[in-house]
């Protein structure tokens, strides 16, 4: 196994890049999707532009594609309406179930790391409120399998992305550690909950040259943002990425496996 402190992008910054607010938010409703007025849309969609030229751009993203995607998915259709009007702003949200939308910098950031390109199959583990999974559906010829545990958030993701017209994201509900075997193998993989080691089966799921991005660290912590790049043997090659701060992967699959070390995590 290679491993590459090197790509720095991010351990150059000093503080942690949050996907998870430090505290676990209380449960809300399931977000709904009410009708806005038009004049309530173009500001959002003014505070949408702002946010990308703002924490995206500035920040360093420069994919056309995840820029564009960033831009086109109306983030604040995808959390709770008493949320909305924080919706553009850079940080993680709560969308119930002690669960959150990830922060918009940190899924540019992810998705641009998956190098997804035209006829490409992507895995999602961790659907959420789906905004993830619309932002990986907006990149051209992209086809998005996403998997939630919680069941609510999973029917509810799936609803408002059908309703929002994303054909291209086939979702389910179910435990993300063992991936999702039917449609296998992916072109790249995302794990938007952090475990405290790589799941093997989104390992052998992985296709030769696929890119896998995912939080590695102890449960409530703090955790390293790694990419790997599968190689023709069937090894991973690692980058570290940098600190991250997501909510744990749960269920069976995690629980069931201990920790079997291989990828260090930051102290904070
Ligand atoms: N990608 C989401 C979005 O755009 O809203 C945010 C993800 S949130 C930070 C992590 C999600 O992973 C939660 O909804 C949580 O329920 C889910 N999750 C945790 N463990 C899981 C597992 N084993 N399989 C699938 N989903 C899991």
Redesign the pocket.
Known sequence: MILSLALALLTACTAFIT??PPTTPSPTAVPTITPLTAEEEAIFAQKRERMVIETIERRGITDEDVLRAMRAVPRHL?VPEEERDYAYGDF?LP?G??????QPYI?ALMTELLELKEGDKVL????????????LAEIPGVEVY?????PE??ES?RKRLESLGYTNVHCKQ????YGWPEYAPFDAI????A?DHVPPPLMDQLAEGGRLVIPIGPPGGYQTLWKFVKQPDGELQAFNMGGVA?????????EEHPHQGGYEWPTP
Do not use: K, N
């Open positions: 996907s998870a995808f993680p969308i179930y002690g669960q959150t939308i990830s899924v999602e583990v961790g659907t959420g409120s789906g905004y993830q999974a619309a932002i996403s998997i939630e545990i919680i958030l999973a993701a179910g435990d993300g550690y995302i794990v938007t909950a475990p997501f909510v744990p992967l749960t269920g069976p699959g995690a």
